[in-house]
């Protein structure tokens, strides 16, 4: 039955996907903009232009799977879901606030698994037995692999990069991976579009079968990731300039053969990761393929001071969010 509040967590899980795309497109734009291919405002077209792209070419959702079964079905209800999303998208809010670059996958999930554990709680049943392990335990470890990842891509192909090109002209150089900018920040916008668009779709689709709108070995309707696709990609075309200072600047210098090289292994790891149904954070890996490059020319290359803070932001977003979850919740479950 579609009711009011249904009405209002889609529209919410959609505003998340709305926030998620101007917080995380930082990701996709920051090496091209400190680069200068392109301006902030083309830039942004660009990857908005490819986060849409994925709608017509992913169509096995696995990421959107593993998002729905990271709560067992019984402890899920539409207020489990709304309190959830209020937790993520206040998150978000703060970190882009203070432009941190923190994952807004594992916001989602961290806030949905905090508010069915407290449901579980409020029933009288151990919260820990509202939870799914297997998908959440894959995301944890993936907090940590996903970057590591990244870092080694990005050091693979920026050496392979460099040896080819040792002998060519730098001015001639730097030229061509200028225009292959434009194709690897491309391709980084396209994973991102088709792994972080996911998340959403699979928490509407829980709030519809949750609702008994449809059965839960229904397909999941088309709307959903026209939806979804198309919020994440206007998001993006607003941009998030705090992130994309961090991401761009504040992690490494990178030149464009840099650049090519870390949004190369980025997109690859993305890509691989939504093959298997692993719901990664886009900001981790791009993050650990930035490092990786950096790492090419000398450990010093690298702010460890800030790529540390940006480690302790990515361990504190999934238990901060839970808390903020389990609070409003509660809110509403005496309301």
């Known amino acids: ?9 889609v529209i919410l899980a959609l505003a998340f996907d709305f926030i998620n795309g101007f917080h995380d497109a930082a990701n996709s734009i920051a090496t091209i903009v400190s680069t200068k291919v392109l301006t902030p405002f083309q830039a942004v077209l660009w990857a908005a232009a490819f986060n849409f792209l994925a709608f017509f070419l992913i169509k096995d959702h696995k990421v959107a799977n593993t998002i729905a079964k990271t ?23 703060i970190t882009w606030w203070f432009g941190i670059p923190s994952s807004s996958s594992h916001t989602l999930i961290g806030g949905f698994a905090g508010a069915g554990m407290t449901n579980a709680l409020f029933l009288g049943v151990n919260p820990m ?8 335990i894959s995301i944890v470890l993936f907090i940590f692999l996903a970057p590591i990842i990244g870092l080694i891509i990005g050091v693979i192909i920026n050496i392979l990069i460099l040896h080819i090109c040792k002998n060519a002209r730098p001015a001639i150089a730097e030229k061509w991976f200028k225009r292959l900018q434009l194709v ?18 699979g928490i509407i689709y829980v709030a519809l079968v949750s609702q008994k709108v449809i ?3 229904h397909k999941m309707p088309d709307w959903i990731p026209l939806a979804c696709y198309t919020a994440i990609a206007l998001g993006t075309m607003s941009g998030g300039w705090k992130i994309v200072k961090t991401m761009g600047t504040k992690i490494t210098k990178v030149t464009p053969l840099e650049g090519v090289s870390a949004e190369t292994a980025g997109a690859v790891t993305l890509l691989i990761t939504e093959r298997f149904g692993i719901p990664v954070s886009t900001t981790h890996t791009i993050t650990g393929s930035i490092i990786g490059v950096g790492l090419t020319k000398r450990a010093s290359a690298v702010r460890w001071g800030v790529t540390i803070n940006l480690i302790w932001a990515w361990i504190i ?11 409003v919740y509660s809110v509403i479950h005496y309301l």
């Open 184 to 201: 690897s920040s491309g391709a980084l916008s396209f994973a991102h579009g088709g792994n972080d668009a996911q998340k959403v779709m």
């Open 129 to 136: 037995h509202a939870v799914n392990f297997g998908p959440i």
């Open 317 to 327: 977003t999934i238990p901060i969010s839970a808390i903020v979850a389990a609070l």
């Open 71 to 93: 709560v067992f079905e019984q402890y899920i209800t539409i207020h489990v879901i709304l309190a959830g999303l209020i937790a993520a998208i206040t998150w978000n809010l």
């Open 1 to 9: 039955m579609v009711t009011t509040i249904l009405v209002a967590v």
């Open 215 to 217: 059965s839960s070995d």
